[in-house]
């Protein structure tokens, strides 16, 4: 599976695989939380007229594709919302986190973004809405399928050479 592709400004980001130091750190606002099974990252960026006037939100969702939490200890105390983190953590994160949710919004006011109800607590798909009965499953379930797909052409491709024998054997007599 390829991952998919999302032009942010100047800079192309392969979702699953860019990591957020690919961009610029022109962020307007970045948020991030931790909680006792979710997390999540996100930040907002602005470009004015080049951007069409929208925002641009790239974030970390615990329930995409190579999801990696923030450390409980890097969020800035002085931040009453304590989803800030400290500069030189959030570096640190840019630099190892890779982007797997996008979102761009010309309509979201600034207010809902900081208080966190546009968005609700995850940035995409939230994994108290849309669950999976055991992830570890489906890829198997999936790899099964696929064997026994497999393996029920071959057996109506042989099936079929068999019968086609037959016929040929009954008309030769």
């Known amino acids: 599976m390829v991952p998919a592709l999302v032009r942010?400004?100047?800079?192309?980001?392969r979702l699953g695989k860019s990591t957020f130091a690919d961009l610029a750190d022109n962020a307007v606002i970045h948020r991030a939380w931790l909680g006792n099974r979710r997390?999540?990252?996100f930040e907002e960026h602005y470009f004015g007229n080049v951007g069409g006037y929208r925002s641009w939100y790239l974030g970390v969702n615990d329930f995409g594709y190579n999801a990696v939490p923030v450390a409980d200890d890097w969020v800035d105390l002085s931040d009453l919302s304590h989803t800030v983190l400290l500069p030189d953590r959030r570096e640190a994160y840019r630099v190892r986190a890779s982007i797997n949710t996008g979102v761009v919004s010309g309509n979201a006011l600034y207010e809902e973004v900081q208080d966190g109800t546009f968005f609700g607590i995850s940035l995409g798909v939230d994994q108290d809405l849309v669950r999976l009965a055991d992830p570890e499953y489906n890829v198997l379930d999936s790899r099964i399928g696929s064997a026994h797909r497999r393996i029920r052409a071959w057996r109506g491709t042989w099936s079929y050479h068999r019968w086609e024998k037959e016929q040929q054997a009954r008309q030769d007599q």
């Open 8 to 13: 942010v400004h100047e800079t192309r980001i």
């Open 39 to 41: 997390f999540g990252y």
